[in-house]
């Protein structure tokens, strides 16, 4: 895990790659009814939009909320630090997903007046495979990348 303000942005940054790529894909092939080629590169263009947002509600918001959350629920000195990996995860998904399904709905379901149940129908489809997605997939494979670009870093400061 982030050490550092710098290792921080950097695994937020990568973490919100995979994490909103991977549901704007997913939403994507839900619209339009099926999961297709066309499905991986138009992502990319709500990426820009998305992608952004999803770095300042996490880093500068969700992030903080969920770690003092996770600590209520997981004693660090006590419990194995992978209840307490999950526990971040878990309540991450809590709160960026009905966000960031906020942001979609204003942004590209053209919602009008059903805008609130818009927004509760696109976080009731996105939660499930949000919280999969994360704790599954996009959490490990994350954390490896981190783990990987950060070796000589975080080997020295557990040396210390």
């Known amino acids: 895990m982030p050490k550092t303000k710098f290792q921080e942005v950097i695994f937020t940054i990568i973490m919100v790659f995979f994490m909103v790529y991977a ?6 092939a839900l619209n339009i009814g099926e999961m297709k080629n066309e499905v991986f590169l138009s992502a990319f263009k709500e990426l820009s939009f998305m992608g952004p947002i999803a770095f300042i509600l996490d880093f500068f918001i969700i992030g903080h909320i969920a770690k003092k959350l ?15 990996v999950l526990a971040i995860s878990a309540i991450s998904v ?9 942001a979609a709905t204003l942004i590209f379901k053209n919602a009008g007046v059903e ?11 996105n939660f499930p495979m949000a919280l999969c997605w994360q704790l599954f997939f996009a959490g490990p494979i994350v954390r490896f990348i981190f783990r990987h670009i950060f070796r000589r870093s975080l080997t020295a400061d557990n040396t210390h």
């Open 115 to 125: 805008v609130i149940s818009v927004w509760l129908e696109t976080t009731a489809l």
């Open 94 to 102: 809590v709160f960026m997903c009905p966000l960031m399904s906020l």
């Open 23 to 28: 549901m704007i894909c997913y939403n994507t």
């Open 70 to 84: 996770a600590f209520k629920i997981v004693n660090p000195a006590k419990d194995n630090p992978f209840f307490l």
